[in-house]
Structure formats: C-alpha cells, structure tokens
C-alpha cells in the first residue's frame, strides 16, 4: 500500500485520514472531509521476552532459527542500532538472541535519531595526518574516515557517510562482500569519501 493510501486509510499514526468525500453542489470540486487517525496503542506484551526490552515497547517480534540483528531489524523495517536500542541487553556481536523470545522492534514515541557525526576534511590550516589505525589495504587518497565501534554495521557506516557499500568496499577492500568481518576491526577507521 502506498503511503498516500496508507494515510487516506488512518494507517499512519497522527496523519488525518479521509473519512469522506463530498460533492460541493453548484461546483464540480470535491471536498474531503478528515477526522484524526488513531493512536497506535502500546502493543500486549507477549511471553517470553528477553531481558532488557525498553519500558512502552510497541511492536514485538519473535526471534526464530537463524537470525541475527540484522535479519530481525530488516525484516522489521528498522535499523539494527534501533533494535539494540530498544533491546539493552542484546550483545554489541548480536550473539545473544534467545529462540523462540521475543524482542522490541518499536519503540516508545519517536524514532531513535541517527547518530551525527561531522566529517571534516584536512586541509592546508589544518594538515591532518591520516589517523591510525586504519584498516589495512584502505585507499591512499582518503580524506574521511569512520571510527568502527562494536555497534557498528556497514549498512549504519553508509548511511551515516551518504555513500553505497560497493563504494565503501571499492575504498576498504579487507571488507567481506557480506561485510561480516567488520566486527574484527572495531577501534579501526575505514575510508567513506575520497
């Protein structure tokens, strides 16, 4: 469903939807007229849930064979930090999700902003030698870099930097094509823009 009809049909929280359309007599116009969508209602808690789930959770899923962070949050429609974040007790490796419980997957209120950071390249008032470390094998001509921390997924890494992750494998080829081995360099710093 288009988000348009989505909101026409009161699916999106806070968004007005059409509960009428009305002919103006004299005129070809169409009037419609709008009442406000309901509030999305704390979901019931379901049983078991792992440890560590945020207070007014509004959204669960259940953890099956398989999965991982990542699986979860994409099938969720939501980035792995949000998962974490609403789930204080999974692992910074994900390594620690229980089958068969149950996890946060929509959090209280608004959305968890992503992290911000600034990028600031060196230049000739402030010459700044390439920090170290870096991941071996990373493009000479960098001039951003991204400090991986044990949270940290490619797919954050290129959202945060507004680049693909073919680009951010063209300037870091050590990086997996599944980008699994990005846990091995956590205090490292990868290329994101040349």
Known sequence: MQLKQLAIAGLIPGIPMVSALVRRSGDDSIAATTTEAPTKATAAI??????????GCEGYDKVIEGDICDTVAKR?????????????EINYLCSNLWLDYYVCVDGPGDEIPLPTYTLTPPGPDRP???PAPILPGTVVNCEFYFTIDAR???????????????ELQAMNPILDDQCS??????????CVGV
């Open 128 to 130: 700044t030698p390439a």
């Open 46 to 55: 379901p049983t078991p849930t792992m440890p560590g789930i945020i207070d």
């Open 181 to 190: 081995n990005l846990v091995s360099w956590v205090g490292y710093r990868v």
């Open 152 to 166: 940290d997924t490619c797919a954050d890494i290129c959202v945060l930097a507004g680049i693909t992750f073919e």
């Open 76 to 88: 969720n429609g939501i980035a792995t930090y949000q998962l974490k974040a609403w789930n204080s």
